[in-house]
């Protein structure tokens, strides 16, 4: 069982920081209480009870949630790009060690560089440009109607009320 000291305090933080907790597809609570030998009550009584803790949980996970939020997105943006990427290959042949079986010996090793071209992704390009700039780009169509009364201290009647509502569906009939 750990005990509560700044330094654990700080290597929670960083663990929490690099490898995310539960929140934003983060590692499970489970490992984390694992790795620092820390019982699920406890863990929760100090995020309750010593605010130094919960502060560096909170900060740790905001700094996961932007880390992770640069890294899709510069991932997205290079899917919406296309383009040339490189990938390498290493194969490697092993022949049967004549002293030792179980360990054989490398015959071959071959490492291959290759680009490839990645066709632009037109999902992740509307997905990008829709959330970066939604002004400008929008998925769907916008519609702002008003009704305008001329002259408001006469109510209508049923008739001019039916005949409005005609209207209007027409308008929207012929709008589609």
């Known amino acids: 069982m750990a005990k509560f000291n700044q330094q654990l305090v700080e290597e929670c933080e960083k663990w929490v920081a690099e490898?995310?907790?539960?929140?934003?597809?983060?590692?499970?609570?489970?490992?984390?209480?694992?790795?620092?030998?820390?019982?699920?009550?406890?863990?929760?009584?100090?995020?309750?009870?010593?605010?130094?803790?919960?502060?560096?949980?909170?900060?740790?996970?905001?700094?996961?949630?932007?880390?992770?939020?640069?890294?899709?997105?510069?991932?997205?943006?290079?899917?919406?790009?296309?383009?040339?990427?490189?990938?390498?290959?290493?194969?490697?042949?092993y022949r049967p060690n004549p002293q030792n079986p179980n360990q054989p010996i490398i015959g071959k090793m071959t490492r291959s560089k290759r680009k490839r071209f990645i066709k632009p992704d037109v999902g992740a390009a509307i997905f990008l440009l829709t959330n970066l700039d939604p002004d400008h780009y929008q998925n769907r169509q916008r519609?702002?109607?008003s009704v305008k009364k001329e002259d408001d201290e006469k109510s209508m009647t049923i008739e001019e009320i039916n005949a409005e509502i005609a209207r209007l569906e027409k308008l929207d009939d012929s709008g589609k």
Do not use: C, Q
Request: hydrophobic residues 35%.
């Open 19 to 93: 490898k995310g907790l539960m929140d934003y597809g983060g590692a499970l609570l489970k490992d984390f209480l694992t790795h620092f030998h820390i019982d699920y009550k406890t863990y929760k009584l100090w995020l309750k009870n010593k605010p130094s803790f919960a502060d560096a949980i909170s900060r740790a996970k905001e700094t996961f949630k932007k880390k992770l939020s640069r890294d899709l997105a510069t991932t997205l943006a290079d899917a919406a790009r296309g383009g040339f990427r490189e990938e390498e290959d290493e194969t490697t042949e």
């Open 143 to 145: 519609s702002d109607i």
